[in-house]
């Protein structure tokens, strides 16, 4: 809780709704986290408007009795596609609702203004209002975690496209030699189906079957791929060429399509093993476009909080 003030209008309030925990917070314009408060997402209900009315009862306990209209608006991060005109979330993953309204409602309550973003476009955004990306026009960020995503500034502006899905880079083609099935469900070939934290021990197996190698089936997980490396393990070493592979020919697409400054990478299997992912991927990028600086991302579990304060503080681009 805290006291009123009348300095509050420099201060955001930022949520970050995600299928397991929704997280709320107040956050100044140099991103130093105020208050912060972490709920588990509610997961039963009518309709999506349950998780609308948990967002309004958990920013109510973090302004405490303070007037709303004090701070100068509201930033949610939420799991798209992203209806705009709407205000709301299309069927988003890991969650129980097929559609969840999130602008209008906190407009209604707190009669500030509201911007949504779906988490990958919160990540670049993170990035360069708070992070590495602070001086950076062009600037790309990809979540390797679960699945693959991104978001895009080119030229100092965020690239939404029609559904806020304009680089989601995931679902671009990098191979059709294994063919595998996206986690998408909608496509073969796509980079998310070979380099995502789920889909990577998936991909060894395809590959060790197409190669004839013999494999320790014990490696059920990424990490324990990336153990086996770390510990020379002849065929993973193998196998991380190919991961490499399909990794570079992902990031050349980025390059080709946004010719970033810089990317910067987050996501579980990036924050873990960034080093040896692109060690390996470094080998198989173009060199025909002059090559952007590869960097993991610093801003840590906080990013998507960091991200949806950045929304008021820097872009107002979306509903208001
Ligand atoms: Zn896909």
New binding site residues.
Partial sequence: MRMASKFTKSLAIAVDVGGTNLRTAIIDGKGKIIAKNVVKTVRRGKSGQVVADQVIEEIRKLIGGEDAKKYKGIGVSIAGPIDYKKGASINPPNMNFKFVPMAEPLKKTFRLPVHLANDCNIGVLGEKYFGAGKKTENLVYITMSSGIGGGAIVNGNLLLGKDGSAAEV??MIVDTEYNLL???G??KG?W??YASGNNIPKFFRAWAKKKRKKINFHYRKATDIFAAVRKKDKVTLEFMEELGRMNGRGLSNVIAAYDPELIIFGGAVMLNNGDLVLKYAKKYIDKFLRWPKLKVSSLGENAPLLGAAALIFGYPHSSS
């Fill in positions: 995931g679902h996206c986690s998408c909608k496509g796509h998310e189906a």
